[in-house]
Every structure is written in structure tokens, then in C-alpha cells.
């Protein structure tokens, strides 16, 4: 097998290798059989790292020796910052498809690498077709004086890389001093965030700045702790995070079955910001829950004039907010063709269900279509359209609000109803006994069904909770981290009502059955 020379280093100063430095890539070329190395906190370096009973100690020594394809094991224990393993840094490596690196956890979340506050426990630049699994990785508060406010106390740092798959970590605690998030995705594309949780955070847990053909799939945000007293300021000063993903901006990019958990007035499920540079556009946004949400749950937001700071052709399907704390379940400000569809927005304190409305940014050229939503229990306006000329609504049903909608009437919009929808304890789908069943256009449900998973942007048949205790996908636990009742994925589904307290599972449920949908393009992983 043909692979590329590795150009790795455990520290931004280190030098990088001979090769890199005076020949090209083409002539970087060796012949090597793919190799699993292993890496321990009780290893030493002078070991030959090639099996679990003699690992390499350091990550300067094993990243050195690694080649594309390769794969680095980590062995049960605590790397990074306070141990004599260093932390691991991934730099100026483009493997291929066939010649993926892989960086795992020998023992799915047995391996924990901390950072100090002071820079990063893992980071990747310049770098394609690397995969990490199964790690956990933080950092802490760090009030050092340095320059935290953007770039040190981050548990996950990607830069300019290219073909990354993150599966199965577990990522908290940034430095909250400073302007940082668990995952900073940085001038990034074709990346896969999958089945992967990310707890104590007080900005983000996942951001792009920009991105380019994202899938953040199957993850699982809760801020716990939030914001700190003296720290760096959220939306919310010490009330939570700001929210579970943040595409700020990226185009093209997938969200799909993302899980949203909050507190009393904060956290957004997903914020879209247009801030030029790349078009914040062709994003979606599938089958994913906000509960106990705050801000705007799902934000779609310009930032400037022209068509580069405004979004773009935007789709929310089969959403679902539940129990929102604040302002409105979906806000879309300043947007040329976003379409809401198959959405459900519970209220809990809420002022508005869907606020579509304007401010001069963009090219002021707006639209926007709402169908077959419903939304329920708000304390202002079910539905709000503020100077938006083209829009339309088909299939709305605006219950228990204080005002259906604005304005009174709407005039563009097709079959808007107040009816009672008798969820009853359902809101992560429509109940078979409903009168929102097949109400909809085209014989489809008016509201959400968050039942399946979807895979590369497309609904499969595959079911999303486990059909015998309602669980939602996860990895194993971590004391301490994602074990704490009430605060963690591995119990939503039970303040979910997913097949309890009267919510069984429709009758046609299934949760196996066929293979997902197979990937058709680059964008696909």
C-alpha cells in the first residue's frame, strides 16, 4: 500500500519533518503496511508501541513514527495537560479515502485527554481523511491572562482540514473565560460529527467559522453549568449556553437528529448566522429536538446588507421544540427562501411559535413557506409575519396561543386552524389517535414525527429510539460525565415521553429492519 509520510508534532513549535520541508508531497511516498500503534499513560517510549503489552508513552513518539492509514490506539487512562503524555496535534497530513488516520479510544471512552485552559486537548490543521473515535476530551477554567478570549481552552480544535470524522466522543468544559466552544470547526468541509455528547459549556458546544458541507448527526447538547461570574459573556450571563450548534456560517451543512437540552432561558438548538466570507446557505436542519430551550430555539439570522449576509434557502423538517422558555420557538430574520415544514413548537413562557420578520439586512429580497406546522401554548402570537412579502402558509395550526397570528387575517396563508390538537404527553410525534393525523398537505401529518433516522439529508425507515426502552443512540457511559440523571443523553428519552406516560410508540413503529440510505456524493460520509 502507497501512503504519505505523517507530519506530526505534540506542540505547534516543534519542526516539522525533513520531507515536508524540501521535497514535495509526490516524492513524500513510502511503501509501509498499515500499522496499529498503542499508547498508554503508564508506557514507555523506549517500548516498540505496537502492542497493548509494550505502548509508546508520549504522543510526540507515536504521532512521529505514524503513516496515512495507520491507526493510534489509546489505551484506558488520563492523557494530556498534567500527565508526561503531552496532547496530541495533527498537522499538515492529507491522507485519502482509502489511507484514512484513525486516532481512537482502544476502549470506547476509556480514554480522557485534558488541556489546562491554555490551548487545546487535541487539534488538527491542515489535514485531510482523519478519523477520531471513541475519545474523551476538555479543557477547564483557566484565568491566566493569556489570549483565551478566541483560540486556548478548547477541548476540540479543527483549522483548515478536510474529510474529518468525529464519532463517539464525549467533549465538556471550555475555558469560560474566554470566547470558546467544545468543537471549533474552523474553515472546515466535508465533516462528520456523529453520536458524539457535549456537556458544561457557556458558548457553543459545536461552531463552524466558516463550513463547507457539514453533517452533525445524532449528538446531544446540555450546557449544565453555563456561564461564569467574571468569565466571558453568553446571551444569558451565567443561565446556560448559547447554543447546541452554531453554523456561523456554512453552506451546504446538515443537522439531523441533534437533541437540544436547556434550562430556563437559554440555549438555541441550532443558530444560523450569515457573516459573510461563506454563503450561509443549503443548510438543513432534520428531525431534531429543542427541550427546555431559550433565545430563539432555531435562529436563522443575517448580520449585514447583500446576498452574502443574508440566509439562504434554509429547510427545517420534522423539528420539534418543546417546552420553550423564550422569545420565539423558530425566528427567521432577514431570509430569502427558507422553508418551515412538519415542525412542532410547544411553548412553556414563549412569546411566539414562528417569527418571521425583517430588518433592512440581506438584499431585502425575503421569503419564506410554512407548512403543515403547529404550534401550541404561547404566550403572544402562534405565528408572526412582519414585513415579509412573499411568504405563504398551508396546513397551520395555531392552538392555545393568545393571538393565532399576525396579522389578523393573514391573507396568504391556506387552511390555518386552531383546533385542539390532543397530543396528549406526544410531541416528539403525532399520536395515531390525533386529529393532526394526515391532516396536512398531501394526506402528511400537520406537526412533527421524530421517529427515524435521518442519514446524509435523506428519512430513512431505520428507527431513531430504541423500540424496547425508548432510548436514544449512545455510547458508553463516563462517571461523572454523562451518567448524571436528569442532565444526560442516556435518559432524555424519559423526559421526552418516548413509549411512556401514555405515548407508546405508533403501532407501525420499527427500529431495524433495512440498511441506511447508501452515501451518493462527497458531502456524504
Known amino acids: 500500500m502507497s501512503k504519505h509520510r505523517l507530519r506530526f508534532s505534540a506542540s505547534p513549535f516543534m519542526m516539522v519533518s525533513i520531507c515536508g520541508l524540501f521535497f514535495s508531497l509526490a516524492l513524500c511516498v513510502e511503501d509501509v503496511t498499515a500499522t496499529n500503534y498503542y499508547i498508554s499513560p503508564t508506557g514507555k517510549d523506549s517500548n516498540t508501541g505496537i502492542s497493548t503489552g509494550s505502548p509508546w508513552l508520549t504522543f510526540t513518539k507515536a504521532l512521529a513514527a505514524m503513516r496515512c492509514g495507520d491507526t493510534l490506539n489509546l489505551m484506558d487512562g488520563m492523557y494530556g495537560d498534567g500527565t508526561s503524555t503531552g496532547k496530541p496535534y495533527v498537522r499538515n497530513m492529507t491522507c485519502t479515502s482509502s489511507t484514512v488516520l484513525m486516532i481512537r479510544s482502544l476502549n470506547q471512552r476509556k480514554a480522557w485527554i485534558k488541556d489546562a485552559g491554555k490551548g487545546r486537548a487535541m487539534q488538527v490543521y491542515n489535514s485531510g481523511y482523519i478519523t477520531m473515535d471513541g475519545i474523551v476530551m476538555s479543557s477547564r477554567d483557566n484565568n491566566y491572562g493569556g489570549s483565551a478570549y478566541e483560540q486556548e481552552g478548547i477541548p476540540l480544535y479543527v483549522y483548515a482540514s478536510h474529510h474529518i470524522v468525529i464519532k463517539n466522543v464525549v467533549l465538556s468544559n471550555p475555558n469560560r473565560y474566554g470566547n470558546l466552544h467544545l468543537l471549533q470547526l474552523t474553515s472546515v468541509s466535508d465533516v462528520l460529527v456523529e453520536d458524539s455528547e457535549f456537556y458544561n459549556f457557556h458558548r457553543h458546544a459545536i461552531t463552524t467559522k466558516p463550513g463547507t458541507r457539514v453533517i452533525i448527526r445524532r449528538v446531544y447538547c446540555n450546557p449544565r453549568i453555563g456561564g461564569l461570574a467574571g468569565g466571558y459573556p453568553n446571551a444569558n450571563g451565567t443561565n446556560g449556553g448559547d447554543a447546541c450548534i452554531a453554523l456561523y456560517p456554512c453552506q451546504n451543512c446538515i443537522v439531523e437528529n441533534a437533541i437540544a437540552e436547556g434550562s430556563p432561558k437559554s440555549l438555541h438548538l441550532v443558530e444560523l448566522n450569515a457573516s459573510g466570507g461563506t454563503p450561509l446557505a443549503g443548510n438543513k436542519i432534520l428531525g431534531s429536538i429543542g427541550y427546555k430551550t431559550g433565545h430563539n430555539a432555531v435562529y436563522i439570522n443575517s448580520r449585514g446588507t447583500g446576498l452574502m449576509m443574508m440566509p439562504q434557502n434554509t429547510t427545517l423538517e420534522n423539528v420539534v421544540i418543546y417546552n420553550h422558555r423564550a422569545s420565539s420557538a423558530i425566528r427567521n430574520s432577514d431570509a430569502k427562501n427558507t422553508v418551515v415544514k412538519n415542525v412542532t413548537l410547544v ?179
Open 347 to 525: 411553548g412553556a413562557g414563549s412569546e411566539r411559535g414562528i417569527t418571521t420578520d425583517q430588518r433592512g439586512y440581506g438584499d431585502r429580497a425575503y421569503s419564506t413557506t410554512i407548512q403543515n406546522a403547529l404550534s401550541i401554548n404561547h404566550t403572544n402570537y402562534g405565528v408572526s409575519i412582519s414585513g415579509v412579502s412573499a411568504w405563504n402558509g398551508n396546513e397551520v395550526n395555531s392552538f392555545n396561543n393568545r393571538y393565532v397570528a399576525f396579522p389578523i387575517p393573514p391573507a396568504k396563508w391556506t387552511n390555518l386552524t386552531t383546533s385542539n390538537p390532543a397530543l396528549g404527553a406526544c410531541t416528539v410525534w403525532i399520536p395515531d389517535g390525533s386529529p393532526m393525523k394526515r391532516a396536512g398537505v398531501g394526506g402528511a401529518d400537520v406537526g412533527a414525527n421524530v421517529l427515524y433516522r435521518y442519514q446524509n439529508g435523506v428519512l430513512t425507515n431505520v428507527g431513531l429510539w430504541n423500540k424496547t426502552t425508548g432510548a436514544f443512540p449512545r455510547g458508553a457511559l463516563v462517571p461523572g460525565l454523562n451518567n448524571i440523571a436528569g442532565q444526560s443523553l442516556y435518559d432524555v428519552h424519559i423526559r421526552l415521553n418516548i413509549n411512556r406516560n401514555g405515548c407508546s410508540f405508533p403501532a407501525s413503529y420499527k427500529n431495524s429492519a433495512t440498511a441506511l440510505v447508501a452515501p451518493t456524493s462527497a458531502t456524504s460520509f
